[in-house]
């Protein structure tokens, strides 16, 4: 409850300064238009549609991301020969921002949720593959010491020894990745991707809708938040 303090006197101070005219009505609109144009939204299915659709690229980003990341953290951690082969281009690759290859995935994938879900794979990556690195070689060598012992062969050492034993840590990459990967989405949408909360977004503020844009910004907001909260467990 204390927590809700703060954004009630806000929220009350603000639709007081938009009654009074101290506040500009072309760039704030009261918190009550705002509730209402997030209940016409909810009402008429846009609202709900668009999330979909950012959620539905974000996801697939993630997903590929997870499996690449946790797949290649794996055998470098397992492979110092290997990691000393591939990472300098991971090094390379790394530090490029995610937003710079929109372009590329535009030119690939043209429009649509593949070109997207590209850029959030991308962005989403590095967290996952570092982290299963890093997990991946603090493994008690004398679990490895079994699985070559018992002469499991590699995929089996990695399913059944390796990556339960270092999920824990490989957890923290893939809570981050799932951040990043809703960020970029929206991000993506705004810029350029014509789907989504971003572009909704980016109409409503051309429409002089800054009632409707508030209200997915602040549903935005909150659907990261129970995202975070629902990963938290």
């Known amino acids: 409850m204390r927590g809700a303090v703060i954004p009630s006197v806000l929220l009350i101070l603000w639709e007081a300064g938009s009654r009074a005219g101290v506040l500009p ?21 846009s609202l709900v549609r668009d999330t979909w659709l950012t959620f539905e690229a974000a996801l697939f980003g993630f997903a590929i991301a997870a499996l690449l990341g946790i797949l290649l953290g794996a055998i470098l951690g397992l492979s110092p020969r290997t990691e000393r082969a591939v990472g300098p281009s991971v090094e390379a690759l790394r530090p490029i921002p995610a937003v710079a290859l ?15 879900a590209a850029v959030v794979a991308f962005a989403a990556l590095w967290p996952v593959l570092l982290m299963t690195l890093s997990a991946v070689r603090g493994v008690e060598p004398r679990l490895l010491e079994l699985s070559r012992s018992l002469e ?12 339960p034993a270092a999920f824990g840590r490989i957890a923290v990459g893939l809570r981050l990745a799932v951040a990043i990967s809703l960020v970029v989405a929206v991000t993506v949408e705004i810029v350029l991707n014509p789907r989504g909360l971003g572009h909704s977004m980016i109409a409503a503020q ?5 009632d409707l844009m508030y209200a997915q910004l602040l549903w935005l907001g909150f659907v990261g938040w129970a995202l975070n909260k629902v990963t938290q467990r």
Not at 152 to 163: G, N
Not at 206 to 210: D, G, I
């Open 25 to 45: 009505p072309d760039s704030t609109s009261r918190p009550s238009d705002i509730v209402r144009a997030f209940a016409q939204a909810l009402a008429d299915g």
């Open 102 to 116: 929109i372009p590329l995935a535009l030119l690939v994938f043209g429009f649509g949720v593949r070109m997207e």
């Open 152 to 163: 499991l062969p590699f995929w089996q050492q990695l399913v059944k020894i390796v990556l």
């Open 206 to 210: 051309q429409a002089l809708r800054s």
